[in-house]
């Protein structure tokens, strides 16, 4: 006994040498070089793809290189006042930063470098041509445990703003901070012991930082994070191999364990056969080479033109669009030229992702605290990784970097982290043919063409394919997609006859031993509505049922559609009812059409799902920005994040909700909509390894904004004008 | 006086007799000569398209000749049990009825003469090289003032059953009904002083056929219909000028004018400047000419085949495709191969548009009635004009013709009327990136490519375009689009401001004296769902709150997944809650994953809309399909048409609600699902004088259907497949 108790501490420590060697060797460290840092994909630290996976399948399929396109952004320079930071500018917040008193204490991180976008009565005053407008950097800080906020001006080189103390969460992690804390459990002895118990070589671990939550005092005044692992033994899908209850809880800022929980050693480490999902790794007899080539072809190129890197052109639209690591895409000042003046009317000031809330659906100790932030947590724009041309975005696709900055304020580029492309399905834009009844040979069809702009967060397991699509028509549809892998906790059980209540499994059996636990998406936008001009007003156009008097009509009833004016935020805050509808419009009350109606845009809800829980559970506190589908603030340039600007274990206290609740005047006022998407998800087999994408999508839709159709006039196709192809292959 | 008074007259007299030698050249006759009617788009009396509209604007710009494309159908013969009556089936019916004693008599119109099913069973046990089913022709025939249902054996020449005089409603119209009946107040001087008392020429008048739907003993044992007419002078779209107010009520049997109601005299008709949406007509330099040519090529052509006519073939997907009279697209047999087995799986038996319900919301005397069922009113398939190559499907597509008999049998051709083809929009299949903090260097992203199926029923001025989609993932997405013209009401005010009460104005004033009335529009489809096989059951899956117990969990609240079977109908008539939200499967009780779980499909509902109409008002009554958006019934050929097989003046007696109130037993049955899809729709500025399509869909979606993702194994776009393309200008 005691020569096999030595000999298996002797193996364990071994092997702790050789993984922590391992990963010193990877460690994410700040970069002393900027000019090499310029592509994410090839020199920052902590971004370099250094595949640890060590599969043990022979690749028989090989996969062609990954077209990449390196643009050099150390030159670029601001043409808009609401152009992000270059890399130029955020070397120089990092070099104002650096001589700055609070930055000569040793540790710092910064969570956040971003535009301080000017006042909104400067920007829309700004016209090209003019002076750009003074720059200023929003910089949110951690310095030896605490939060600050600091405002550098760009021009005059000084801090100008410098707040602390105030706050209630922590602001969103750095990719350091998951990174790091990825890696943080190796160093404790329990922990590795436990790794090695559970029968898992440490080579193979791969592990994930989950957020915390806020659920009372155990969280408070401590940035905490939860680690749980999987084996990557023979797949790269290391979510379909989680090592159950097993649960580490660090601090963030000293990285050190404060608890370990493990609870799950009956349960087995599912099997990695079939989880797989690289085509590099399929069986080539496997390969379902079922459709012939089918591409979207624009011979004369496409229609849209970006000017100084930011400023998109595309049919009747105009628009900013910028990468943002918190929201992920930001459309700015979205103006639409009205067909009868030519005039390029304002639409949207600003429209971004403002937070997404994921409960999941299992109360029980390793899993109660997944109710993720992705935006207020993670980062959005952060997680939102290079896309795969061809595949994510068809052919004629352009796409749009980030310029971030690192935890050190070192900046670093994200490569192809947007894409804008042009779209054709198939679909009709407007039609009418004459029947025979009336005698006219008519026949008239328009195709729609759409413009997407489009980034897919990859937030872990979880992928959010996110389009901004513009229709000609002036509809904007705002859609997201869920694709990925599902998050899937472990069992002993391999068939459902085995289990004594289905409804207690917290989820769907998917494969043995794995289930996939029902959970929510709520994904809420912000949208800075200015229709023709910044004074709008939200009206509820409620659709009623009306009895008709007797005698009146042989109908006994009819709707009616009865226009409420909201007045105060309370009044806005809307729950969608099938059988008590309503359209929702924002208005300008100030301008009407010829006929007297007066212009706006309506937010068309597409099908959704509301939050159910409690509105007392913690998580729903911190998420209380779903209690609503609908709601209208007052603009307050500091109300743009729905969870709270430090929604990290944030208690619930400056939400959407909470403002909403102050009640104040909307009407004929600069307001802005939000709006929440929500799905479902109950697993199903057809989710593993890997999900289908699953699409929700709601829009904002002109509603006599314009006299009359804007598309009447586009011209149909004709035979002459389309493409003439020929396969490649034939070449 | 007296003189001007009798030059009135003179005038009044001659201007109807050009009229009536204009319409009686016109006339439609039953032709003689079968063999020249085998394209409706050039030779069939009733669909012959002369142009009678004399357009007063000069014509700037010429659009291109459409391109026809025609098949002769003369020698078609059917080879599944499906297949549609042909033209020498149709011929042969023709014939049989022709030496049938009840059709000795002078005066007959058969409404409806169609392939009668063979039983499911034998259907379900057909392979193909088995014998063809025996050929059955269902007829719907009018004969001296009564409805007779007959059955015609193809195969003994024989009428093997003759059912009358136990209806309700009557058959839908036929073509002959609708043309007859718009020219029928011609005949009327009441009607024809009016007209011309209004200002209008005789010959710039374009009358629509409006069903009456039924309000009590009025219509009763009465063949009815109202006829209301538009001015055409200046415009294509004669919708838009509608001569307010004048209604005429028709006896559809004997064609003669019943009641005039004439009560809006004082209502001036709209302006034709603006109203026309042809291409041709329009000002060269309005024009919007703002895109690149675009279009999905496809260099090796399409990937889906079409056997035998009718059975289409593709990727996954098989399944038998057919156009319908009343119906439109019916899909049959719809099949998906197993990934895994190879083995193709039943999806659904048969799929279609079973009737639609569109009722207006304005209770006057010119507008109660307008309460549409167009698919057993008006033949949603009859309606379905031939499709715009280039435009309303894209490049590759398919077009299959429609072969339907005229009212005294005779066949005859709709070209174009569906249109098959693939498409990719730039849409992704499933992706997944993996980000920095795992480390390992991962963008898989699989495009989407779907298949779809479309028709667009244009009923009168309203068009519906109907998509079948289907995907490789196993999904079918049902969608319908709504686009051409709205049906408008004339009015004094040509502004807001001259309103007293808009809430009362029963729509939105879209133009000077044109009101866009509020209506509602409802699909309801019918969804014989066999997953593997006819015996499946309807699971209501209920997303329950579940509160924890104290001390059982630092969380409040999560979802719970509760599974109620559904015993009878009743536990299957289902109102979408937000609040108290399900998922709907159709699951096979019998047939079990390799894990355990019951495979199936889900109804995944889109946006949607509920009708408010009261359930006793006369409307609803007949459109009480509407009042749950899912019912299941257990399967029952007769029961296939939502408003009841003789919708036409039906009382509500015959509809999917009052089957469903028997509460037959549904568990474990051959079941058939009905969806609904709604929309309310408040008309806005923009959807004159055309309406940009609205579009809203639903889901049929594997859940737990297969054992893992099926397209986890299709291969990823690369540059080399794609196409090399050319404008074909520079060729």
Chains 1, 2 share one sequence.
């Not at 060797?25 to 920052?44: F, G, I, K, M, R």
């Not at 790091?180 to 994930?208: E, K, M, S, V, Y």
């Amino acid at each position: 006994m005691e020569a096999r108790y030595l000999l298996r501490v002797l193996i364990f420590f071994l092997s702790v040498a050789v993984v922590l060697f391992f990963f010193v060797v990877h460690l994410p460290y700040a970069p002393t070089n900027t000019s090499e840092l310029l592509d994410c994909a090839t020199n920052s630290p902590w971004c370099t793809s250094k595949n640890r996976l060590q599969s043990k399948q022979t690749n028989i399929l090989k996969e062609p290189p990954k077209p990449t396109r390196h643009r050099n952004h150390k030159s670029d320079t601001p043409h808009h006042p609401l152009d992000p930071l270059t890399i130029q500018e955020l070397n120089k917040v990092r070099s104002i930063l650096s001589s700055h008193e609070l930055f000569q204490l040793s540790a710092y991180a910064l969570h956040s470098v971003e535009l301080e976008e000017p006042e909104k009565p400067l920007v829309l005053k700004w016209k090209k041509g003019d002076r750009l407008l003074p720059r200023r950097a929003s910089v949110i800080a951690r310095v030896n445990g605490r939060t600050h906020v600091l405002t550098v001006d760009l021009g005059t080189g000084q801090v100008t703003v410098h707040e602390t103390g105030l706050h209630y969460g922590y602001p969103m992690m750095t990719i350091e901070d998951m990174t790091t804390a990825t890696l943080a459990p190796l160093a404790n002895a329990d922990f590795n012991r436990t790794i090695i118990q559970r029968g898992i070589d440490l080579a193979d671990l791969a592990c994930l930082p989950i957020s915390t939550g806020w659920y009372g005092k155990a969280e408070e005044n401590r940035r905490l994070i939860k680690v749980q692992c999987y084996s990557m033994e023979g797949t790269a899908n290391f979510y379909m191999r989680p090592i159950e209850g097993l649960t580490v809880l660090l601090d963030l800022d000293t990285k050190r364990v404060v608890e370990i929980s493990d609870k799950g050693r009956d349960i087995p480490i599912p099997k990695a056969a079939n989880t797989d999902y690289r085509y590099s790794v399929q069986e080539f007899n496997q390969v379902m080479n079922i459709l012939n080539p089918i591409s979207i072809e624009q011979p004369k190129g496409p229609s849209f033109t970006i000017e100084d890197q930011h400023l998109v052109k595309w049919a009747n639209w105009e628009f900013h669009l910028k990468p943002d690591a918190r929201a992920g895409v930001v459309i700015s000042r979205a103006k639409v030229r009205d067909p009868d003046t030519g005039e390029q009317r304002d639409v949207m000031y600003k429209g971004f992702t403002s937070e997404l809330f994921v409960p999941y659906m299992d109360p029980t100790d390793a899993w109660y605290f997944k109710t993720y932030m992705d935006a207020g947590e993670y980062g959005f724009g952060l997680q939102a990784m290079a896309l795969d041309p061809l595949n994510d975005c068809p052919r004629n696709a352009y796409y749009m970097d980030g310029v971030f900055a690192a935890a050190d304020g070192t900046p670093y580029v994200r490569s192809n982290m947007i894409c804008v492309f042009e779209s054709y399905g198939g679909d009709i834009g407007w039609r009418h043919s004459e029947s025979p009844i009336t005698g006219m040979d008519i026949r008239e069809a328009r195709p729609k063409v759409t413009l997407v702009i489009r980034m897919a967060a990859s937030v872990a397991n979880y992928d959010y394919i996110v389009d901004w699509e513009f229709q000609t028509d002036g509809l904007i549809r705002i859609k997201v997609g869920l694709s990925g892998i599902l998050m899937v906790k472990g069992t002993p059980y391999d068939n459902t006859d085995q289990i004594p209540n289905q409804e207690d499994l917290h989820g769907t059996l998917l494969s043995e031993n794995v289930i996939g636990v029902i959970h929510d998406h709520y994904v809420t936008f912000y949208l800075d509505m200015d229709i023709d001009g910044s004074d709008n007003s939200f009206v509820d156009v409620n659709i009623k049922r009306q009895l008709t008097s007797p005698g009146e009509s042989p109908r006994r009833s009819y709707l009616k559609a009865v226009r409420n004016v909201a007045k105060t935020e309370k009044d806005a805050q809307i729950k969608l009812k099938l059988y008590d509808p309503s359209e929702f419009h924002v208005i300008n009350p100030s301008k009407k059409t010829r006929v007297g109606n007066p212009v706006g845009y309506k937010v068309v809800p597409g099908g959704t799902a509301a939050s159910l829980l409690d509105h007392e559970d913690p998580p729903q506190k911190r998420g209380a920005f779903t209690n609503n589908q609908i709601w209208v603030t007052p603009y307050n340039q500091n109300e743009q994040w729905a969870g709270g600007l430090f929604a990290y274990q944030s208690q619930g206290e400056d939400t959407l909700a909470t403002w909403s609740e102050r009640d104040r005047p909307i009407e004929n006022k600069d307001i802005v909509l939000w709006y929440t998407l929500g799905f479902h998800h109950i697993p199903c087999q057809e989710d593993f390894p890997i999900m289908p994408t699953v699409s929700s999508s709601f829009d904002l839709k002109p509603v006599n904004f314009f006299e009359s159709n804007p598309i009447l006039r586009i011209p149909p196709n004709v035979e002459k004008d389309l493409p003439v192809c020929k396969s490649a292959a034939s070449v």
